[in-house]
């Protein structure tokens, strides 16, 4: 007997067995697609990891499928890789599959209906709805379950679906259908019989009536004399001749062209390669041999170097180094802002070399990058993108960088697996023998940590490139700014008159507001009523171009009422401001000047960011206001001022981490100004102009806020001294929650000899109508993390098992940011 064990794209923690053929036993690869049943009538794409010859205890073994893939479309190392971010991230590893797979490999089964062929059927016992179907398949042979929805226009279509099978007239079957379809262009050629000179005169003879298909001839005889090129696609030469698809149609069915198809690549580089080499300056150059250096020792680097000091540049250098080698080169990034514009600079230097996957493209696309990556192919030599271009299947990984490797955005949150790209990329490095580059003007403390402690080598780039000052940070103090009137609107005279000043010199401004939407409340100036959300514990976010409140938790909305919902007082006031506010002050302050905004709600879409980030550096767009997106890595070389609206909204969060983030954030918007010649300027308007975080900003001191938040974190007990797994509790019944997180917390508590804290009501206590409660467990350094993780899975396990709380949904999330 032979079996195949494999992971099916479920939240399943374990793998499952299923029986195969000798012959099939021979043909399976680790790493190939199967197709297997599951339940009573499910069909999933399972990935075979293993094959033997022992027959599982518990059940019985179904047999698979089919078999999808003649090669491995996942490589062991990868399998390996995914395996210990279950492990250590505490999910299943079906979790992580279905994560890791583009969508479009992950086959869907799709129930055909069709018509049983010996049977023989009585027409006048129909229904008009069974009639329509049993007359639709005389048409066609089969059905989808959704082309039935379209004929009867009606949603519920099973119960007339399981009558047609009672009485004896359809049957139905499960067919895996494969997503990905390869992208086929048409081109046409001449037909064989004109190619002579003969043949010219009678192509003319059987054109001389038809003026403008003559004229789509003489355009493609142009084109390809032109080129030199064989192919001329049908879109090029309706394109060049100013003709329609329907006349080069006419021409295909008169045997004048032939008309055939070949695959191209969704993707492809079309720009000009830069030819000039690549200068490094004195400081970049001295940064650069040291990473060499560093990387003999040490298996991870740390590149601390000051914003705008041309870190990219010395990526660029080493990424050149690796090429010559010819192993594949990961460029992980936090924001898909910042793939956009490290692409074509990139793109310039390597052509068609370089490779991007993220979110935003579609499933088809992301394909082709995953398969020229399987096949090493030398268009995804180099790959850049988010944190899930980690689950690439690399063969020859040599060297990673993880720029801005701080970014908060490096750490997935939902759903599992709640990974780090940074951890998880070192660890992945580790299995190809590959060096790690992590890259930030301010490293997270934990990486600092490593770096000052000799596990990580540490380079320090103190100067900015082409010897740039750092901007001036000038401090504008609000409490004075409001005592004495000076404010209009939330801009303060200082911003205001500095602002005036760069417009005034061609020059352009950022301006940074860490909330989204027009305003994060709005108030009954009589009663004190706050619009909530109704199926979470927060206020709606008022949007006043769509005129609505809406929750940015779980979407819910409604149109800005006109009266309070509690006492119908019709004084509302908005409290408070976010990016479209101030977007529209600007508008009345600098009403002849181009003021552009991107958050979430300007950059949906697939070329969102590209369409913001170049009319911006085109100089189209005179004020930029934005959240977070514009503090990472953007470089515009026109920017002289940048102005943060409220520092303080940062500084005040129920977070460990509050004045690290805050400090980075500021550090990383200021970074944006003055990055050409002129020294730039950035304006932090604040109500606590002494407070450390502040200071520690304006002098650039990330020493001292290192020192300062690593004597907390030892006193608290928080990274990087402690690991920390936080557990959430998620129930829809209050009571039922707050006694199964107490039991659990008690149970924790007695078997762990470490920090347990909680069960605590976080700031947003209930989402999506379910109540959370949280559980935090502190692990120091001396205590095995792998031995925590198994006690907590255990008493998981018995908590499970519990049945009262069955019900209660228990995340994991494992070094939580």
């Known amino acids: 007997m032979y079996f195949v064990e494999v992971i099916l794209p479920l939240a399943l923690a374990k793998t499952f067995t299923y029986s195969v053929s000798e012959a099939e036993y021979h043909y399976i690869q680790k790493g190939m697609r199967i197709a297997v049943p599951f339940g009573k009538s499910k069909i999933y794409t399972a990935l075979a990891i293993d094959l033997h010859q022992n027959k599982p205890a518990l059940y019985e073994a179904k047999e698979i499928h089919q078999i999808l893939d003649e090669m491995p479309v996942v490589t062991e190392n990868q399998i390996k890789h995914w395996q210990w971010i279950a492990s250590y991230y505490m999910c299943a590893i079906g979790d992580v599959y279905r994560g890791a797979m583009p969508s479009a490999l992950l086959l869907e089964n799709e129930t055909l209906i069709s018509q049983k062929s010996d049977a023989f059927i009585d027409e006048s016992q129909l229904t008009d709805d069974e009639f329509l179907i049993f007359q639709a398949l005389q048409q066609q042979s089969s059905l989808k379950v959704q082309d039935v929805v379209g004929i009867l226009n009606k949603k519920s279509v099973f119960p007339i679906i399981q009558k047609l099978i009672d009485k004896n007239v359809l049957v139905l079957q499960d067919e895996v259908q494969e997503v990905y379809k390869p992208k086929l262009v048409r081109y046409i050629r001449l037909s064989e019989q004109y190619k002579s000179d003969s043949g010219l005169s ?52 008169k045997q004048v062209f032939e008309e055939y198809l070949l695959q191209e690549d969704r993707v492809k580089f079309t720009g000009e390669i830069n030819d000039t080499l690549l200068q490094l300056s004195e400081a970049q150059q001295k940064a650069f041999d040291e990473i060499k250096n560093g990387f003999i020792e040490k298996e991870v680097c740390l590149l601390h170097g000051v914003t705008s000091s041309g870190k990219t540049e010395i990526y660029i250098k080493l990424i050149e180094d690796y090429l010559k080698t010819g192993k594949q080169i990961l460029f992980l990034l936090p924001e898909i802002a910042l793939t956009t514009q490290l692409v074509s600079r990139l793109q310039a230097y390597f052509g068609n070399k370089v490779a991007v996957f993220h979110s935003k493209y579609n499933n088809n696309e992301r394909v082709e990058v995953w398969n020229q990556v399987l096949q090493n192919s030398e268009k995804a030599q180099v790959v850049i993108g988010a944190r899930s271009a980690l689950f690439l299947p690399f063969s020859n990984l040599g060297f990673v960088i993880v720029d801005e490797e701080h970014e908060q955005t490096f750490k997935q949150q939902d759903p599992a697996p709640r990974y780090h790209a940074r951890d998880a990329a070192i660890v992945l490095a580790g299995f190809f023998n590959a060096k790690v580059l992590l890259g930030s003007a301010t490293p997270s403390i934990e990486s ?163 369409k913001i980030i170049d009319s911006f550096k085109n100089r189209e767009i005179d004020i930029m206001v934005g959240t977070q997106m514009l503090a990472k890595g953007l470089d515009f070389d026109n920017v002289s001022l940048v102005g943060i609206m409220n520092a303080d909204n940062m500084l005040y969060h129920p977070d460990f981490r509050a004045f690290e983030r805050s400090f980075q954030t500021m550090i990383q918007v200021a970074g944006r100004a003055g990055r050409a010649e002129k020294q730039g300027k950035v304006v932090i308007q604040t109500y606590n102009p002494h407070h450390n975080t502040i200071q520690q900003v304006t002098n650039n001191d990330y020493a001292g806020m290192y020192k300062e938040q690593l004597y907390d974190r030892q006193i608290y007990k928080y990274p990087p001294y402690f690991r920390i797994i936080k557990l959430s509790l998620k129930h829809r019944d209050f009571e039922k929650l707050k006694e199964g997180s107490m039991w659990l917390y008690q149970v924790l508590s007695q078997h762990l000899g470490i920090p347990v804290l909680g069960p605590e009501e976080p700031p947003v206590n209930r989402i999506r109508n379910e109540y959370i409660r949280t559980i935090m467990i502190k692990n120091p350094h001396n205590v095995s993390i792998m031995g925590t993780k198994k006690t907590i899975q255990k008493i998981l396990n018995s908590f499970d098992s519990v049945a009262q709380y069955r019900m209660i949904k228990v995340v994991l999330n494992v070094d939580f940011y």
């Open 448 to 610: 600092y940590y490593n770096a000052q402690n000799g596990k990580y080598g540490l380079i320090e780039l103190k100067t900015r490139y082409g010897n740039v000052r750092l901007p001036e940070i000038e401090l504008v103090d609000l409490k004075d700014k409001y005592f004495r009137k000076r404010m209009t609107g939330h801009f303060s005279d200082v911003l205001i008159e500095a602002i005036s000043e760069a417009l005034s010199l061609g020059e352009q401004v950022i301006l940074f507001q860490n909330r989204r939407g027009y305003s994060p409340l709005l108030e009954c100036m009589t009663c004190g009523h706050v619009p909530q959300c109704q199926q979470c514990d927060v206020s709606l976010t008022y949007h006043k171009h769509r005129n609505e409140l809406r929750c940015h938790y779980c979407g819910y909305s409604i149109a800005k009422p006109t009266r309070c919902h509690s006492c119908s007082g019709i004084d509302l006031s908005t409290k408070g401001f976010g990016t479209e506010q101030i977007q529209q002050e600007l508008v009345q302050l600098f009403p002849e000047k181009k003021i552009g905004r991107m958050d979430q709600d300007t950059t949906r879409g697939k070329f969102g960011f590209e």
């Open 202 to 253: 009678e192509l003319l003879e059987v054109l001389k009536n038809a003026n403008k298909q003559k004229e789509v001839v003489l355009t493609y005889f142009q084109l390809s004399a032109a080129s030199n090129k064989k192919a001329i696609s049908v879109k090029e030469l309706v394109e060049a001749s100013q003709s329609t698809s329907a006349q080069v149609k006419a021409l295909i069915d």
